[in-house]
């Protein structure tokens, strides 16, 4: 990354037409300039380069779209099922004016190769000069270079082509397919800017796309891998978080569970700007107890949003009913948002995207993700995950967000394994956890951490009931809890009674 040199004025900025790469590059590309966009086949480039000239067109600027690998009838066909209109785009197409059919004419292409690579350039030039648009499309690079047969010569008339450009102040995208052999490399020093697109394959569901910014003369942008998908409307990109780049003043009060005896265990509640960690295995309560939060949040008017990766609307309402919580008027009131997550059809990045949705747009000040596990599915490696989480967790944290994160652990009773320790970057950690005592299946649950402020390290046992959640006293006379066989040391009954109305 490069800044401006001091004393220089700022080139004029351009939208590219697409907001995510606009925020990458801090505010969009630098006029007049040349560009180099390159992918394997089927990354989008295209895509992109038609949603550049359709700002151009929005904006009333003249615009160019070069066809030397796609015809025009191709690209209608593109911007048609994309929901798009090409008329106000020029169409120059080139994409046929070498081919043949007659196999005896296919040598005479190549040996007249500098005939048709000067044609092309001439008819390129010709066609500038009469339409003197501002914005301008190559599509592709891969046929001049098939033209050329030399390096040099391609070289050469590429940078012909650049300084031609440059007296006509149009900003250029050229598109490559990475036909060459290794990259062209040479062609990175020509340009002004070099933007990468990767389609990446994955064991199971769909395919991971990210782009990157490989450099960008002038222009502070940021640097790393970028997701994005593409979708009927054009490609939507999802900047690389940087939870520095986000703060907001908030203040530090808690956020209750609308429980009381919860509420006490917890310290008070949770604070605003802080994240708490449930963990313990499947169907001890994880989910219900955090559902409780939201509700409260909800009631009070402060937007919460659930991320739910395991689990269905459906399935979240009949669990609140069961609890005595109706969720329906939450729900239709936008307070109370639910937000289902196909983690082998999303990228992280789109991930994280809906949550700064969620946060900047409906004013969340309660995120829910449940669960850990979900999102480690849609990560193909684990050392991203707790990088990711980090980040995220950073920026909910300096937007006042408070986040409950869901963990199951592998295993009902007994020794745990948890698939992913992240417990160290938790402000907040709750352990549930299922134990065995007179011949039934019972729920404990204890505070283990609490960053801020002092909370009650007891562990007691809860009741998932048709009235909440009952906490029964706490379990001082047992020994051993959470193994899951515990050993009862006192005299008087501890436990709570099965009159409590408890539900599953």
């Known amino acids: 990354m490069t800044a401006p040199e001091p004393g220089k004025a700022s080139q004029a900025r351009i939208s590219s037409g697409i907001a995510g790469l606009d925020e990458i590059l801090g505010g969009g590309l630098d006029a007049n300039r040349v560009y180099l966009v390159e992918g394997q086949p089927g990354s989008g480039k295209t895509t992109l380069a038609l949603q550049f000239l359709l700002e151009g067109a929005r904006l009333g600027e003249r615009t160019l779209h070069i066809c030397l690998s796609e015809s025009g009838p191709e690209l209608q066909l593109i911007a048609e099922r994309h ?4 008329d106000g785009i020029e169409l120059f197409d080139l994409s046929s004016s070498e081919a043949s059919l007659d196999p005896d004419e296919e040598l005479t292409v ?29 599509d592709s690079l891969s046929e001049m270079r098939i033209f050329a047969q030399s390096p040099l010569r391609y070289r050469r008339q590429i940078m012909a ?26 062609l990175h020093s020509l340009a002004h800017g070099v933007i990468l697109l990767e389609q990446n394959p994955v064991d199971f569901g769909a395919e991971r796309r990210r782009l990157r910014v490989i450099k960008m ?21 999802y900047p690389r978080l940087v939870a520095a780049e986000h703060h907001k003043r908030f203040l530090g009060e808690f956020t209750q569970s609308g429980n009381g005896e919860l509420d006490a265990l917890l310290g008070g509640g949770l604070e605003r700007g802080t994240n708490a960690l449930f963990i313990g295995p499947a169907g001890v309560g994880k989910s219900t107890l955090s559902l409780t939060f939201a509700v409260a949040a909800a009631r009070r008017g402060d937007h919460a949003v659930i991320f739910a990766f395991d689990e269905g609307r459906g399935t979240i309402d009949a669990r609140a009913r069961a609890i005595g919580l109706d969720i329906e008027p939450l729900l239709k009131a936008g ?12 990228a992280p990045g789109e991930f994280t995207h809906l949550v700064r949705l969620g946060v900047e747009r409906d004013k969340a000040r309660i995120v829910i993700i449940d669960s850990l596990n979900g999102y480690l599915n849609a990560m193909p490696d684990e050392r991203f995950l707790i990088l990711q989480m980090h ?7 300096q937007m006042g967000v408070v986040a409950i994160l869901l963990l199951a652990q592998h295993g009902l009773v007994g020794p745990m394994e948890t698939p992913v320790d992240i417990s160290y ?80």
């Open 110 to 138: 190549f040996q007249s190769s500098a005939v048709e690579l000067g044609e092309t350039t001439t008819g390129i030039i010709e066609q500038i000069k009469a339409l003197k648009p501002t914005r301008v499309v190559f």
């Open 391 to 397: 980040e995220l967790l950073s920026y909910l944290s």
């Open 83 to 86: 929901g798009w209109s090409l």
């Open 425 to 504: 970057l938790s402000d907040a950690v709750l352990m549930l956890r299922y134990f065995e005592a007179e011949g039934r299946v019972r729920r404990a649950l204890s505070v283990l951490k609490k960053r801020s402020g002092a909370h009650e390290d007891t562990i007691r046992e809860y009741r998932l009931t048709s009235e909440g959640i009952k906490l029964g006293p706490p379990m001082t006379e047992f020994r051993g809890i959470f193994t899951g066989s515990p050993t009862y040391t006192g005299t008087q009954q501890p436990l709570m009674s099965k009159s409590d109305h408890e539900q599953g």
């Open 217 to 237: 003369r002038g222009i502070q942008f940021k640097g790393g891998y970028h997701d994005f998908t593409i979708r009927r409307g054009g490609l939507e990109i």
């Open 335 to 346: 307070t109370l948002r639910i937000e289902q997550i196909d983690p082998a059809e999303m």
């Open 161 to 186: 082509l650049k300084h031609f450009f440059s007296a006509q102040k149009c900003t250029v995208l050229l598109l490559d397919d990475l036909s060459s052999q290794g990259g062209d490399v040479p």
